[in-house]
């Protein structure tokens, strides 16, 4: 019981210290020639597998002193001794297995990190043909793979902390840094245009059916379709577009012009779609649903805009998003962000794929309402103010009281 209380000691207090140690610490005590670096860098490269291993011989050795002590309790005393055993070994385990050593290595990481670095490494490796198939069944990766980003972004965030409790780094600069850890976090589903509310022409289209639009339109980029926005078939660059028309290309069609889109899928990451819009050298990139069709796009500003707050530029509409008419009712435009108007209204309307309010009726009733329709969701009732051919301009918004709240069919 003892041996096992000691080795549950070791293995919680080199686990809180193994991964306190930054990256850079590590690799000056390398260079310094400190005893026991080598193993510990080791043992902090090797991530999941380290801590596979500390995990499964704590529990081993908790579960052997708790066994110990309740076999000693009933030889001696019987059915109570067995309890007293019980309840003499839990204690035990978390005070001197646990609780003391874990507080002890957090207070001075380096020293028991260093120190028990050896000997931990000799154990990683002696329990890796046990700790190897529990790792793939619960889907863990390769134990050199995600911890070691993991442990430099932790140090970045620490470093950047410090500088702005220093006054070395602002404020802006300090969120900044914060944003760029986030962007792994965030999908394209994040940050697209629904494709309800996507801006396009159809590919059969000339320059000279377009050219009233093409003069004022508020985009660098159009995207082209076939029959429907749910088939885009290409991007349009208007700028290369007004520069045919100039030179009297009247009558090409914009299936011509339009260069091949960049199709992602929708939980693609925002730090993967920044690489691959740098890698294409492209600015927009269209969003495909599982059955190949267009869930909506996303921009590089878009992901700017993640990293520096929103961009407005001269092109972009100034219009006020919630016009607050009384305590329970609101105005909203159909292309707000439906997490806006939770967050704004105090309500929980679903988001079921779509991020704007048109989104979200078109998804709710399956066609384009009219003006007078309403909709009822989750304790608010939506009044259809203006609508198009093709999506919802402005609605009302009705906070409902249970009283005022329509029975389920």
């Not at 019981?1 to 549950?8: D, E, Y």
């Not at 996507?198 to 289209?205: E, M, Q, R, T, V």
């Not at 704004?344 to 079921?352: E, G, M, S, T």
């Amino acid at each position: 019981a003892v041996v096992s209380i000691l080795t549950s000691a070791l293995c919680s207090a080199s686990e809180t210290a193994t991964f306190a140690i930054g990256t850079s610490q590590l690799r000056t005590m390398e260079e310094e020639g400190f005893r026991g670096a080598n193993a510990l860098a080791e043992l902090t490269t090797r991530g999941n597998q380290t801590r596979a291993a500390v995990v499964f011989l704590n529990t081993l050795s908790n579960t052997l002193a708790v066994g110990i002590m309740v076999l000693l309790g009933y030889g001696m005393w019987d059915t109570s001794g067995g309890w007293w055993g019980l309840l003499t070994g839990s204690l035990a385990v978390l005070i001197l297995g646990q609780g003391i050593p874990r507080l002890l290595a957090s207070r001075h990481p380096t020293r028991f990190a260093l120190a028990a670095a050896p000997a931990v490494l000799m154990g990683v490796k002696g329990l890796a043909a046990v700790t190897k198939p529990v790792r793939k069944l619960v889907g863990v990766g390769r134990a050199n793979g995600p911890d070691v980003p993991t442990q430099e972004e932790r140090d970045v965030r620490e470093l950047a902390q410090l500088g702005q409790e220093e006054g070395l780094v602002g404020e802006d600069e300090h969120l900044l840094i914060e944003r760029a850890f986030r962007l792994d976090e965030l999908t394209a589903w994040d940050v697209m245009t629904p494709r309800v509310d996507i801006f396009a022409w159809k590919d059969s289209l000339t320059l000279e059916e377009i050219i009233g639009e093409l003069k004022s339109v508020p985009y660098s980029r159009v995207p082209v379709y076939k029959d429907t926005t749910d088939d885009i078939s290409g991007i349009l660059y208007v700028r290369e577009a007004y520069a045919h028309y100039v030179d009297g290309r009247t009558t090409m069609m914009l299936s011509q012009l339009a260069r091949d889109p960049l199709f992602v899928p929708g939980s693609l990451p925002l730090n993967q779609l920044l690489h691959q819009f740098q890698a294409r050298r492209m600015h927009m990139g269209i969003i495909a649903d599982e059955f190949g069709g267009t869930d909506g796009l996303a921009t590089l500003e878009d992901i700017l805009e993640e990293l520096v707050g929103e961009i407005v530029d001269e092109t972009d509409v100034d219009e006020e998003m919630l016009i607050r008419i009384s305590k329970t009712q609101v105005l909203a435009p159909g292309g707000i962000d439906v997490r806006e108007i939770n967050y704004a209204f105090n309500v929980a309307l679903p988001q079921l794929g779509q991020r704007s309010l048109n989104g979200f009726i078109l998804e709710e009733l399956g066609y384009v309402p009219e003006q007078g329709e309403t909709v009822e969701r989750a304790g608010v009732k939506i009044e259809i103010l203006t609508a198009s051919d093709t999506q919802v301009l402005t609605t009302r918004l009705t906070k409902l009281g249970l009283a005022d709240r329509e029975e389920p069919e």
